[in-house]
Each structure stands twice: as C-alpha cells, then as structure tokens.
C-alpha cells in the first residue's frame, strides 16, 4: 500500500514536470487555452454520457413493461415467464458467444486474446479499488475517514458525486493529453492519450461498478438498519436507505452505459 502511494506521488510529480515543460514551450496563454477546452470538454462528456444512459435506461424500462404488458393480456402469466425464459436464453447466449470469441481468440490471435483479458483485469481493478476489495469495506468512498469519524458517509464519497467528480478528473487529464499531441508531444502525454484510446471506457466503467457495489453493500437491503448519511438530519431510515439504494443503482446504470461503447 505504502509502495502504492510512493508511486503514485512519483507519477504525479513526473506529469507536472512534463506540464512545466509544455509551458515554457508553448506558453501560458496556449496552456490556458488547452485546460479550459479540456475542461469544457470533459464536463460535456459526463453529462451527455449520464443523460445518454438513462434515457437508453428509461426506454428499456418501458419497452419491456409495454411488451410484458401486451403479452400478459394476450397469453397471462404463462406468456410473461415465457418472455423471461427467452430473455434468459438470450443472455446465455451473449455469454456464450463472448467465451467462443475468447477461445477462438486464444487459438489464432494472441494479441486480440490479450488485448480482451487487459481490458477485463483493467475493469476488475478499477472496481475493486473504488470498492474497497472483495469485501467492499474501504476504497474510494471511505477515505472520508481521513477527514475524521464524523465526515464518514457524507453525502459527497457515499452518492453517485464522488464518481462523478472522479470521472470528470480522468477525463480531464486524458483530454489534456490528447490536445498535448495534437500540439507535437510525445512522452508522458502519448502513453495517457493511448490510454485513453484503448482502456478510458473500462476504467471508469469498473469505477462505476465498484460504486454500485459499495453502494449497495452500505444500504444493508436485507438489514433494517444501516448508518446513516452524515449531515442529513431529520430523515428516516428508510430515506437514507432508498438514497443509498438510488446512488447504487444509477452506478449500476451508468457502468452498464460504459461498457455498452465497445460493442457498438
């Protein structure tokens, strides 16, 4: 963990030194420039892409209750487990389809095969970093505890928020990256904008996941009771339960978003 750390404070010390470099080569006034586009851009990227996911969401949602309903009338409940049934059928076949691929994959291009197995430890890591682990004690949304027991669950690290703000920094520094190249740099700047090439959707799909599992595991749905969210005083249980329960889900939604850009 400590080694972790060091790292990452050795990353973030390197990327403002290439920052200080592009300054002096390109000015303060381009550099301005490329952080208010970057910015601009980013902040237009989360909100597209969160009204995007629940409107498809939404759609979904009334397509199925509309063909559900059509078909309860036509054929009653038989015709509606019947619709689950092939719903089920389908989504094993999707799965089935993805483990042909992968075998057909490891037996006649490595480097595809390879490619898809980073891409999923990619999207495993990104969640159970933000999650806290197998046991979703930890991670990103109970750092809070370095603020002190009382800032712990706020309504900022234990909603969708926190996420948010995560995924508008991400895309912030990547959308950095890619005007760096645009303007000649290579480096540091090249290797973030291939990160953001290849692996942007599954990192900040999987942080979506991790919140979606945290999320769920602190709204206790089968215990009466959880901890409350700090700072909302004069809800009931239930309320801060259900708000716990909304945030879960909305990541829920927003990862499955994610992850749906590759396959189109």
């Known amino acids: 963990m400590k080694g972790g750390g060091i790292l990452g404070e ?3 010390k390197s990327l403002y030194a290439d920052l200080l470099d592009a300054e002096r080569v390109l000015g303060k006034r381009r550099m301005t420039e490329i952080f208010i586009k970057s910015a601009k851009d980013a902040a237009e990227e989360v909100v597209v892409s969160k009204i995007k996911a629940l409107t498809n969401f939404s759609f979904s949602v009334v397509k199925g209750t509309f063909k559900a309903v059509v078909i309860y009338k036509k054929d009653g409940i038989k015709g509606v487990g019947k619709l689950v049934l092939n719903k089920a059928k389908s989504t094993a076949e999707d799965l089935k389809s993805f483990v042909d691929e992968m075998i057909k994959d490891f037996r006649n291009d490595r480097r595809s095969f390879m490619k898809k197995i980073s891409r999923i430890v990619i999207f495993s890591t990104a969640a159970l970093l933000y999650a806290g682990g197998l046991d979703l004690e930890g991670g990103a949304p109970d750092m809070d505890l370095k603020l002190g027991v009382g800032h712990h669950r706020n309504i900022f690290s234990h909603t969708i928020l926190l996420p948010l703000f995560l995924e508008f920094s991400m895309r912030f520094v990547l959308n950095i990256a890619e005007e760096m190249v645009k ?3 290579g480096g540091i700047w090249k290797k973030l904008y291939d990160f953001k ?4 959707d599954v990192v900040i799909g999987g942080m979506w996941f991790g919140a979606m599992m945290h999320l769920f595991k602190d709204s206790a749905p089968l215990s009466g009771r959880t901890k409350p969210l700090t700072g909302l005083h004069g809800l009931s249980m239930e309320t801060h339960k259900r ?3 909304a945030s879960s889900a909305l990541a829920g939604i927003f990862s499955y978003e994610e992850l749906k850009k590759r396959k189109k």
């Open 243 to 245: 708000i716990l329960s």
């Open 10 to 12: 050795l990353a973030v």
């Open 197 to 200: 090439q290849e692996y942007s």
């Open 183 to 185: 303007d000649g740099h």
